[in-house]
């Protein structure tokens, strides 16, 4: 969370129960029931809040009726027993008329961070899981339970001065953050590097690669969003160059003339704009590479389908489990679940593709009897 953010620019505050109002201990009685410690400043702020109408809600997992008992003594709004906290923070929002990007989301542990990107403001308590505070835009200083949103109810109601030691206590979370995800970028790239099975797939995507234009096909890509931008990205690494002056190689991205993308998507379906350009363009022996975070984009499924039946050979570049498409053609799984990091690992392995090309064709071109 930025200081820019005010109490004018919030729909909603959704507030997780254990370990955001509570300390996440649990206190067992004798005759089997459970009791919670909360912080009475969080009650105050609850009604501070109240007070200039932004509506709470409290989204929970927890299934004893402590969690009920509480949002009743503070008037709140409660959805508990809630198994994916993501759909039903999609759910409550399309319901009310919520805008996603204007929702504080307050999350301690894991089972939050799918809600938490969906937020545009995920904030996480002091103690929060790494992974938490990772995706969190801001982090308390207050520990779970211990005035968690009385401490976010001063943010939004302090006046805009703010003194160089706030300042300067933003800048030393703001590093830790940084930290953080660099952290996380260098633990998944060092188990890509131990993945045995992606690295040979790799060098078979190369030698693909370099065979097909050898033999004067082309190389295809296409995505959506960034992974869209990631297909420009590497399509032009072939048709320019990548590092090493070479003649240019033959590779397209799907969608990148407007005029043909809106009109298929107008007069048929938009899950139809690659595989309807791809039909147009491909021949049999080029090499298809479908980029996608989440495997499940429908318009290049059906890109994918088009491409078999065409005879192109197809490689995916995948995250979050590989989804659909990972079940259709030899997939590069990132594993992970975080967008951008899945993103910036996608563009390490195209650039790597790229260089081995490069090499393998340089090879090609100097001993022509060894690449028979």
Same mark, same amino acid.
């Given at each position: ?66 969690? %009920? ?47 938490? %990107? ?95 234009? %050898? ?67 491909? !021949? ?13 984009? !429908?318009?290049?499924? #059906? ?17 979050? !489990?590989?989804?659909?498409?990972? #079940? ?14 899945? #993103? ?27 690449? %028979?």
């Amino acid at each position: 969370m930025t200081t820019s953010i005010t109490k004018e620019g919030l729909d909603l505050i959704v507030y997780d129960f254990d370990g955001v109002m509570t300390d996440n201990r649990v206190y067992v009685m004798q005759d089997g029931g459970e009791a919670v410690v909360c912080n009475r400043g969080d009650g105050l702020a609850v009604d501070m809040i109240r007070s200039a109408g932004i509506p709470q809600l409290i989204l929970s997992t927890e299934t004893n009726n402590v969690v %009920r008992t509480r949002a009743e003594k503070l008037k709140l709004g409660v959805i508990h027993a809630c198994t994916d906290k993501a759909q039903a923070l999609t759910e409550y929002c399309l319901q009310h008329g919520y805008d996603l990007s204007r929702v504080l989301y307050v999350g301690n542990d894991l089972n939050d961070i799918g809600a938490m %990107r969906l937020a545009g403001y995920p904030v996480s308590p002091a103690d929060g899981h790494p992974a938490v505070r990772a995706v969190a835009r801001r982090v308390t200083s207050a520990a779970g339970g211990a005035g968690v949103i009385r401490e976010l109810a001063d943010w939004l109601f302090a006046p805009a001065a703010r003194t160089v030691e706030a300042v300067e206590k933003d800048t030393m979370q703001m590093i830790e953050q940084i930290r953080d995800e660099l952290s996380e970028s260098v633990r998944l790239r060092e188990a890509l590097s131990r993945d045995e099975a992606l690295l040979e797939r790799l060098c078979a995507l190369s030698r693909a690669i370099a065979n097909a234009l %050898r033999a004067g096909n082309k190389i295809i890509f296409a995505g959506n969003g960034g992974s869209y931008a990631d297909a420009q990205h590497l399509a032009a690494e072939f048709v320019g160059r990548f590092m090493r002056e070479r003649a240019p190689l033959a590779a397209v991205c799907l969608g990148t003339n407007g005029s043909t993308l809106t009109a298929v998507g107008n007069d048929y379906r938009f899950e139809e704009i690659f595989a309807r350009e791809l039909r147009a363009i491909a !021949g049999k022996g080029d090499v298809f590479i479908p980029i996608s975070t989440s495997g499940n984009s !429908g318009n290049l499924i #059906q890109a994918i389908d088009a491409a078999r039946e065409i005879g192109v050979d197809v490689y995916a570049l995948v995250g979050k !489990g590989g989804g659909r498409m990972s #079940q259709l053609a030899p997939s590069f799984v990132v594993p992970s679940s975080h967008t951008a990091r899945i #993103q910036e690992i996608h563009i390490t392995l195209g650039h790597l593709v790229c260089g081995l090309v490069d090499d393998l064709l340089e090879a090609a071109a100097t001993h022509p009897e060894e690449a %028979r």
